[in-house]
């Protein structure tokens, strides 16, 4: 049925749920899996007052590398995860996107079948301050979407 599954993660105890869901379902499938991890661009509110581009300069480098040294180490367990079950699998760190974009662009070029996230399924207020990537990759995909919560 499913070919190769795209099991988007942030690293957070919630991912992690969606990871290991998503691991037993491509085992299950004998299909491949792409994880993807996204760091979303550099707040642009840090980026105020005099010497701003001085020090918005080095806390954008090290966010940058902050998060993929954060990036890394996610990946790292997915990937022993995938290994562990027997799976082909690969990592992917994608860069100053928001992570449904990036989700949806990976899953598009990689030909994947089936994106498998997680979601805290939050509904009005909560939902609307905190935003959903979920929701986005959901009304924007063209191939089907598996959430877990």
């Known amino acids: 049925m499913y070919k190769h599954l795209l099991i988007a993660t942030d690293g957070s105890e ?4 969606g990871v290991a869901h998503g691991l037993a ?3 299950g ?3 491949a899996v ?18 701003s581009g001085y020090v918005a300069g080095d806390e954008l480098a090290n966010y940058e590398e902050n998060a993929r040294q954060y990036a890394r180490d ?14 082909r699998s690969k990592g992917m760190h994608i860069e100053n996107r928001t992570p449904a974009e990036a989700i949806l662009d990976v ?3 990689d030909a994947c079948d089936l994106i498998v996230m997680a979601s ?3 509904r009005g ?24 919560r």
Do not use: Y
């Not at 919630?14 to 749920?17: A, E, F, V, W």
């Not at 792409?34 to 010497?51: H, K, R, Y």
């Open 29 to 31: 499938l004998g299909a």
């Open 125 to 148: 207020l909560g939902r609307l301050l905190l935003g959903s990537q979920t929701a986005e990759v959901l009304s924007l995909t063209e191939i089907p979407v598996l959430v877990v």
């Open 74 to 87: 996610v990946l790292e367990k997915c990937k022993a995860s995938a290994d562990e079950a027997g799976l």
């Open 107 to 109: 899953a598009r070029t």
């Open 34 to 51: 792409t994880f993807v991890n996204v760091s979303e661009p550099f707040p642009i509110l840090a980026w105020g007052g005099a010497m």
């Open 120 to 122: 805290h399924g939050r």
């Open 14 to 17: 919630l991912s992690q749920k």
């Open 25 to 27: 379902l491509a085992k």
